[in-house]
């Protein structure tokens, strides 16, 4: 591993020496409006072609905006994002086609093609202080599946395990809406990712499939959609991870081996993963095992990480009676979390859709270790669940602690080896101790970037942009002045009118002593809030594909000092 390390690195630096080529020299277009999204990813594209043809090491995003497609990478060839990149990948599901070779929740199929994408490369990565910044409006109409989406998911599902090849194994296009993922390795060796952000995702955010050789350190992920585990671990060995900071909607770091009999094969284990300084500030679990781990896992340590809010375990590990593999050797070691439902998790019985029962392979969960952890309140302290003929051997907690339990109740009637030592409980108090998830939530997001509008035109051509904040000054020049908003209202904003529509009154909002109001404007999932001098007048109304252009158009009036601050990062 050190010398694979060594390897990668020395790559890196000795084409470093020789200068990456800039995308600006490639005929890629920075800025947010009037932008050829396909043009821009073509020519992303030739310069992956040119840089592995000439051996450059790099393509170089420099300060910007940068609105693509997805990229797809080559043998020795690295992305690196310059501080102040941000690559805007469009939410246009045209654009994430062909298909590939990818997976959807441990079953390897074809679909929608991740945004970035490497597939059977080596000396791979992607470094640098800069941002991949998904657009999200068209994913998060594709959150919730259905039934459509269970179905094909089924019959995806069934078609593997009739050992139907994975190009027959097609979920794109067929109304069941598989989001892709925002990064996957596949295949690959000698991946290194260090040092860049994220701000948001469309499915899982770093995924790894059946590689060998990875780095991973200094990511700072922020991404709390459906589905959006942090660092994805699957069928991948001798891996480090070192000091991210994770924010998910799902799972911080998970680790996992396919599903069913993708799993099977014998060379689809997961092992030799060492995880250090990981800081979840949101997500479901610290660290968790499964539940698609078919191949094994084994030989994975986490220690000196920690998460910060509420999440259902600080370990968690997740199989059923189909699964099979063999789970050995897992180390959790001074790690930290405030809130937990419980503290070790183990589920035997797991299983979120109907998949057939017939074949039956139970798990074999031999030796994990919590060792030295804390956290500040759980409900439970050690919860194993499941199946009464798939024990759990050697589950050891030594010096685990708790300041607030609801029980100290364990219940070993699902292990056989358990072994605990150096219990600490400061209280037992099922009240004090309970646990939510209904964590509220803003639905407005938070802004990482401003870009500046050379002039108010920009107002009639916000539908290329998606979410976003805009504010401008807005002086009236007669009592028609108004912000019209599509069909469904305008808002007066002359002094003497000073009305909403059938909104709110501006009594409040309009300062009558200046001639020039500050007017923000915020869109978020298809709906608009308008505030006037920080008082909100139109409040998150729903608009039906908003925003078209011309859905925002002034009336009367001069407008000046236009900010236009892109919506990355979601919360809802």
Known sequence: MIRRSIAVLLFVFANNAFGALNVRDCGVREGLFGIDVRANTEAIAKAVERCAAEALGEVRFPAGLWRTGPIHLKSNVYLRL???????????????????????????????????????????????????????????????????????????????????????????????YFRPQLIQFNRCGNVLLKDFKIRESPFWTVHLLRCDGVEISGLDSRALGHNSDGINLEKTKNVTVRDCKLHQGDDGVVIKAGR??????????????????????EGHGLLVVGSELSGGVENVTMRNSSQTGASFALFSLKTNSRRGGEIRNILMENCHSDTVRDVVSVRTDSSAYPYPVDVVRRTIIDGITIRDCSVGKASSFCSVKGDKNCLVSNLRLERVKAGVVGTDKIDTSLTRGFNAEGIAFGEI??????????????????????AHLPDAKALEDLGELGDFRLSFDFKAKNEDAALLIRDSGAVSLSRPVGSVASYKPLYDAFDSSKEVQRIEIIVHRRAISVSVNGFEVVCNERLIDFPDKGALRVRGAEISNVVLEPILGQKY
């Not at 039934?147 to 194994?169: A, D, L, T």
């Not at 009999?261 to 997961?270: A, L, P, Q, V």
């Not at 099922?430 to 401003?450: Q, R, T």
């Open 82 to 176: 310059d501080e102040g990149a941000f690559i805007i990948f469009e939410d246009d599901p045209k654009l994430c086609l062909p298909v590939v070779k990818t997976s959807w929740e441990g079953v390897e199929c074809m679909n929608y093609s991740p945004l970035v994408y490497a597939y059977g490369c080596t000396n791979v990565g992607i470094v640098g202080k800069g941002t991949l910044a998904p657009k999200m409006a068209k994913w998060r109409d594709w959150f919730v599946g259905g039934e459509i989406h269970k179905r094909i998911r089924g019959e995806v599902f069934r078609q593997m395990m009739n050992g139907e090849s994975v190009e027959k194994r097609v979920l794109a296009e067929r109304g069941g």
């Open 260 to 281: 069913n009999r993708d799993g099977w094969d014998g060379e689809s284990k997961s092992r030799n993963i060492d995880i250090e300084g990981v800081r979840l500030v």
């Open 429 to 450: 108090d099922a009240e004090k101790a309970d646990w939510s998830w209904d964590v509220p939530k803003p639905w407005y997001a938070e802004y990482d970037m401003s």
